[in-house]
């Protein structure tokens, strides 16, 4: 895989702190407050600095904060952390994806200062957006996102398309342009299909058109997927063309351990595989690897890299080759 000096790009996860309850973000189960093991914490600007010192951020061409579990603007030194970068790079691209719903003006107005591109997630219109922005609200995501504008910064519309917002998408884009957002862009995330849950594992609303049955509640749908045997939908692919290697990547997460990729970053030496298939297989894999940059250094954080790529040889899931290389990466 990739050694230090060849890295170019990072994706980063500063905070696993998060005001939403996105249904189908891994950090809560459909809505309901549930913590399938991962650590909440922050990544402070001093450990930050541990693992990225000066020169290694003067080479790269772009940094981008988009967090498995957390939000960037949950961090308490995310504007630092982001003056740091800017201060030893004055021409690579800062790209930040925020739901965008917390800190107060003076933030938003801070932040454009380094001149990051900040994608605010807005999915829909005040009626609809809460419906997956789950503990967000419409009207303050607007009110930051021109604040942050206002300032000089240059802010992106994010929205993801559902059953129950797409006859929006004419009404949002063209508020969107008279609110100068820099851009406005749709996107599609697979995560379409959902029932939803109120706090008490009750059910609150359905997004899309779930495969299953409506459960009575959470807990119901909970022991369904920690019974459902997800190896069995397992469909290997030829090969394996890893977006890491081509573009030259790594990921950090919250509490600085470096992975190839966020899609192997879900906090893989404690997160339930029930919940996140793959996980203990990937934990198997990793053994005792020195995978923290905090405490090991970024370049000794990615020598386990190696035995990734190893597993790509394996012809099936079942050999050892890793079922979220197969998943995200694999071509036929």
């Not at 980063?12 to 991962?38: D, Q, T």
């Not at 009575?216 to 890491?244: F, G, M, P, T, Y």
């Not at 029930?274 to 005792?288: A, R, T, V």
């Amino acid at each position: 895989m990739l050694s230090v000096n060849e890295i170019k790009s990072l994706d980063l996860e500063i905070s696993s702190h998060c005001v939403a309850s996105c249904p189908m973000c891994p950090r809560n189960f459909y809505g309901m407050k549930h913590n399938a093991g991962y650590e909440v914490t922050n990544m402070s600007l001093e450990n930050f600095k541990k693992i990225f010192n000066e020169q290694f951020i003067s080479k790269l061409k772009n940094v981008k904060f988009n967090g498995n579990l957390g939000d960037f603007n949950m961090n308490p030194e995310a504007v630092e952390i982001v003056e740091y970068l800017r201060h030893n790079n004055k021409n690579m691209e800062i790209e930040i994806n925020t739901n965008g719903h917390s800190r107060n003006s003076d933030f938003w107005r801070k932040l454009a200062d380094s001149d990051p591109v900040v994608l605010f997630a807005l999915d829909g219109m005040e009626d609809t957006h809460s419906l997956h922005r789950i503990g967000t609200t419409f009207s303050r995501v607007i009110q930051n996102a021109k604040t942050f504008m206002d300032a000089g910064g240059r802010a992106i519309w994010k929205m993801i398309v559902f059953d129950h917002n797409k006859h929006q998408v004419s009404q949002c884009s063209k508020l969107a342009k008279e609110m100068n957002f820099y851009d406005f862009q749709l996107v599609n995330d697979g995560r379409n299909n959902a029932f939803v849950f109120n706090n008490d594992g009750s059910h609150s609303h359905t997004i899309g058109t779930p495969p299953h049955r409506k459960p009575l509640d959470a807990r119901e749908l909970l022991q369904w997927k920690a019974a459902h045997d997800w190896r069995s939908d397992v469909k290997e692919k030829n090969r394996i063309v890893c977006e890491a290697l081509r573009d030259k990547k790594i990921f950090m997460s919250s509490t600085g351990d470096i992975y190839p990729c966020c899609w192997l970053g879900f906090s893989p030496q404690k997160y339930n595989d029930d919940l996140y298939h793959g996980n203990e297989q990937l934990k198997q894999l990793m053994n005792n690897a020195e995978n923290n940059g905090v405490t090991h250094g970024l370049e000794k954080a990615v020598t386990w890299f190696s035995l990734v790529q190893d597993s790509w040889r394996k012809k099936t899931i079942k050999e050892g080759r890793l079922y979220r290389c197969d998943l995200h990466c694999g071509k036929n």
